[in-house]
């Protein structure tokens, strides 16, 4: 079974400049996850997504950043423009809902982008 | 507000010795707990969970956690580790079924040969 996948892997770009990441979440996922990653700290989330609809995105800074999932699968998540303050790994999870209760919730992560901003 | 306490930002041990790395979290109700590895430049992988049961966890690579709700506790143990061990390791709680994750700052564990 494929994992989360995430491209670009790393991604250099200069302030003020446009970035955009991907994310395709495990087959049959419902459930997806932006997390942001700060050098020394542990991820927190951007947004959540039960199939199209986001249903958390109360720590998306809504001014610069924007997301999508269309179709309920694939997603991608955009900086406009970007900050120095940006720079950090983008961390991309999906989970499942469904199944029995030991299989509740256990959320996969994708090896993440690593942005830096110049 | 939901979180979760990781004490110990490093842990230095040697190869072969055990090693304890510390969660605590706050709340006041129900909780699902959860241990994550990150190995340099890769995302987070599962090592345990605790859902509900036995509040002794066993998980992938030796390692396991016990849950104490008394402590709020859910401290992560290896009797023996490898230099392969060396890596981050992420407490993470949610309070609810389907609800968001919170995270620790994580603990770098350093296996010295």
Redesign the interface.
């Known amino acids: 079974e494929a994992g989360?996948v995430?491209s670009p892997r790393y991604k250099i770009i200069e302030k003020k400049q446009p970035v955009a990441f991907w994310c395709n979440p495990i087959s049959g996922h419902n459930?997806l996850?932006w997390y942001r990653q700060n050098l020394?700290?542990?991820?927190?989330?951007l947004i959540?997504y039960e199939n199209e609809e986001a249903v958390?995105d109360s720590q998306l800074p809504k001014d610069r950043f924007s997301a999508e999932r269309l179709k309920g699968v694939d997603s991608t998540l955009k900086i406009q423009p970007a900050e120095l303050g940006d720079s950090a790994v983008y961390?991309c999870?999906s989970s499942s809902?469904a199944g029995s209760?030991?299989g509740?919730?256990?959320?996969?992560?994708?090896?993440?982008t690593?942005l830096t901003v110049l | 507000a939901q979180s979760?306490t990781q004490l110990d930002?490093q842990v230095p041990v040697f190869e072969e010795a055990p090693v304890e790395l510390r969660c605590n979290y706050s709340s006041s109700v129900s909780v699902?707990l959860?241990w994550?590895v990150q190995y340099p430049?890769?995302?987070?992988?599962?090592l345990l969970?605790y859902?509900?049961g036995s509040t002794l966890v066993k998980g992938i690579n030796g390692f396991e956690a016990e849950f104490n709700k008394s402590q709020t506790s859910f401290h992560l143990r290896k009797p023996s580790v490898h230099i392969s061990d060396t890596a981050e390791y992420?407490c993470?709680v949610?309070f609810s079924?389907?609800q968001?994750?919170v995270?620790?700052?994580?603990t770098r564990l350093s296996v010295l040969p």
């Open positions: 989360v995430q459930t996850y020394g700290q542990g991820p927190e989330l959540r958390d961390l999870a809902l209760p030991g509740t919730d256990t959320q996969y992560f994708g090896p993440g690593r | 979760v930002s699902y959860f994550y430049n890769q995302g987070l992988q599962l969970k859902l509900s992420f993470a949610t079924y389907g968001n994750f995270f620790g700052p994580g």
